[in-house]
């Protein structure tokens, strides 16, 4: 059964930092493009940052421009984890993240852990 | 950036209704094309990828059509757990963009 599992969200002040991690289990996660994907409240789901996996571009990174250049998305396929490194943070940044793993480049998304929220306030 | 307009963004029906969804896209996207369930407090769940393919254990009651820009969800019979509001989302290109959502409530 494949699981994800993300941690690393709480409140933070403006300009602040956090890194968020997803522990996946139950597939062979070198194999696998990730994602983080993030719902502000009350809105609909935003992608935020792609990883390739192994059989892809080895580890290629993409990027939302609402981000590019602040958030910097990266894996550990030894430990299993999806990382999102979150610098110079706004208040438009505060949401629920979601990892997501991709099944193919026409199967995206295909499972999504529960989320952890971020906000971003003073 | 590819945008995506689903509509309508909320519809009232009732339990054994047939629903459509519809989705365009401001480009071409070939058949990159997957719908979403979300129901509150939870994440979204893939229900249909490719345009057409039903995700492993959703019921057949939905299905998806179209290709290129234009692209429909269907509910054949509403069930009381299909209340819910539902996404499409396009992996042609980045940024993978979603609709605005459909909000689909009890009539």
């Known amino acids: 059964e494949v699981q994800l599992l993300e941690s690393g969200g709480g409140l933070i002040q403006p300009g602040g930092s956090l890194r968020l991690s997803c522990v996946a289990s139950?597939?062979?996660?070198?194999?696998?493009?990730m994602n983080w994907v993030r719902q502000a409240p009350g809105k609909g789901p935003e992608w935020v940052s792609l990883?390739?996996?192994?059989?892809?571009?080895?580890?290629?990174?993409y990027y939302a421009d609402s981000v590019k250049g602040r958030f910097t998305i990266s894996r550990d396929n030894s430990k299993n984890t999806l990382y999102l490194q979150m610098n110079s943070l706004r208040a438009e940044d505060t949401a629920v993240y979601y990892c997501?793993?991709?099944?193919?480049?026409?199967?995206?998304?295909?499972?999504w852990g529960q989320g952890t929220l971020v906000t971003v306030s003073s | 950036d590819i945008q995506m307009t689903q509509s309508p963004s909320s519809l009232s029906a009732s339990v054994g209704d047939r629903v459509t969804i519809t989705c365009r896209a401001s480009?071409?996207?070939?058949?990159?094309l997957s719908w979403y369930q979300q129901k509150p407090g939870k994440a979204p769940k893939l229900l249909i990828y490719?345009?057409?393919n039903l995700q492993s254990g959703v019921p057949s009651r939905f299905s998806g059509s179209g290709s290129g820009t234009e692209f429909t969800l269907t509910i054949s019979s509403l069930q009381p757990e299909d209340f819910a509001t539902y996404y499409c989302?396009?992996?042609?290109?980045?940024?993978?963009?979603f609709g605005q959502g459909t909000k689909l409530e009890i009539k």
């Open positions: 989302q396009q992996s042609y290109s980045t940024p993978r963009t």
């Open positions: 139950g597939f062979t996660f070198s194999n696998y493009a």
């Open positions: 990883i390739s996996g192994n059989g892809g571009s080895g580890g290629s990174t």
């Open positions: 997501a793993k991709d099944g193919s480049i026409f199967n995206p998304f295909e499972y």
């Open positions: 480009q071409r996207i070939s058949s990159y």
């Open positions: 490719a345009a057409t």
